[in-house]
């Protein structure tokens, strides 16, 4: 007589398969996340450097962006309007990465200049970018890693206060 159906054995051995392809999935979709959220924060921290340079054109007056660490190393971001210091906006703690580069990471961004063995991690004078009315600006960049460490990028600004944004392909800034 034939009984329809699986064995015990059967479905236990499904079950595993299924379990290392969903374990698999999950550390790839990890890694996705990881460095989505630094790329994110990378995009972010260009949008708000490219906002200060557009509001010195726009106003006419000098804009500093000054960069910081909080206690636990996060990135802090502080506007000055210099004609009127009263006017600060510090925008919230970037949490999904920190400032600093891992010992990977050997050598500044194009447009700050001179390669070095591990730059600093806010590569700008006195840790501000100002942008003149006319749209120049201080030389710099900003080096910043995820928590895990695995991904860097660099947020750099030239002498015309063109800013980009690179990642570290382990060898070369792209």
């Known amino acids: 007589m034939k009984h329809k159906g699986f064995t015990l054995v059967e479905l236990m051995v499904v079950i595993v398969i299924m379990g290392i392809l969903a374990a698999m999935g999950t550390i790839q979709f990890a890694g996705v996340v990881g460095r989505g959220r630094i790329k994110g924060a ?16 726009s106003q006419g007056q000098a804009i500093d ?24 906006t510090v925008l919230p703690t970037f949490t999904d990465c920190r400032v600093g580069v891992i010992a990977s990471v050997n050598r500044r961004l194009p447009e700050t200049g001179v390669i070095v063995a591990v730059p600093p991690a806010i590569d700008f004078p006195a840790n ?20 895990n460490g695995r991904y860097q990028f ?8 063109r800013v980009r944004k690179s990642e570290w392909g382990g060898t070369a800034w792209n």
């Open 128 to 147: 501000t970018c100002r942008f003149m009315p006319q749209g120049a600006s201080t030389v710099g960049g900003i080096y910043i890693t995820s928590n």
């Open 42 to 57: 990378a995009e972010k921290i260009s949008r708000e450097i490219l906002g200060a340079r557009e509001r010195a054109l």
């Open 154 to 161: 660099g947020i750099g600004v030239n002498a015309n206060g």
């Open 65 to 88: 962006v000054v960069f910081s660490a909080s206690p636990n190393n996060n990135l802090v971001i502080t506007i000055n309007r210099l004609t009127n210091p009263v006017v600060t």
